[in-house]
């Protein structure tokens, strides 16, 4: 038995590709709103940045074709992704180290930077996201390695995983990545078992 309804469909050729964006994407990049995710990794040796180019090229950018893509409207307002070539040069900054400050001062300074690039909107005619290496210590860390993502590239939870994903351990790459877990000390079981 044939179906009675037949519905024929066709794409034009320019949209093959372009991924229509969530409302709730064109919504926090908007004129009203526009919202940033930062996430902020701390090492324990000073960053060398030498192959921030080839880990962000073979890592993160196959993560998701939204970071190979910009923002369009179509004619009729519709926003999509489209993909576009990426120059990564735009978006990775390496800030000026700041000479002869103490750690106090340097913790004061990158406070300071983490409010300014959270201020600064994302430029429209580049991938919503950019990296901000920083080198110099603060009292948490020898250097630090940010990610400014645009809040329409995907959730806090998904962009996180994403940028977790392109980690290793050190000791054994082939084992999946382990962060310590925080306990409470066992001055404070004690004290709370003694107030009972």
Not at 19 to 34: A, C, I, M
Not at 42 to 55: F, N, R, T
Request: hydrophobic share 35%; aromatic share 6%.
């Amino acid at each position: 038995m044939e179906p009675k309804l037949q519905i024929k469909t066709q794409r034009q050729q320019e949209d093959v590709g372009e991924e229509p964006v969530s409302p709730t994407g064109q919504y926090l990049n908007s004129k009203t709103l526009s919202l940033t995710i930062i996430g902020i990794l701390e090492s324990e040796i000073p960053i060398d940045d030498s192959c921030a180019m080839d880990l962000l090229q073979n890592l993160f950018l196959p993560i998701s074709p939204r970071f190979s893509s910009i923002m369009v409207s179509d004619g009729k307002g519709v926003k999509r992704w489209k993909r576009v070539e990426v120059n990564l040069q735009d978006h990775i900054v390496v800030p000026e180290s700041p000479e002869g400050l103490s750690i106090a001062d340097c913790d004061d300074y990158f406070s300071k930077y983490l409010t300014k690039i959270g201020m600064e909107p994302l430029p429209q005619h580049r991938p919503l996201w950019e990296v901000h290496i920083t080198k110099y210590p603060t009292s948490k860390a020898a250097g630090h390695l940010i990610f400014k993502l645009h809040h329409a590239l995907g959730d806090g939870y998904s962009l996180m995983g994403a940028l977790l994903s392109c980690l290793q351990r050190v000791d054994n790459p082939s084992l999946p990545l382990t962060f310590p877990s925080i306990r409470p000390s066992t001055t404070a079981k004690t004290t709370a078992t003694d107030d009972a």
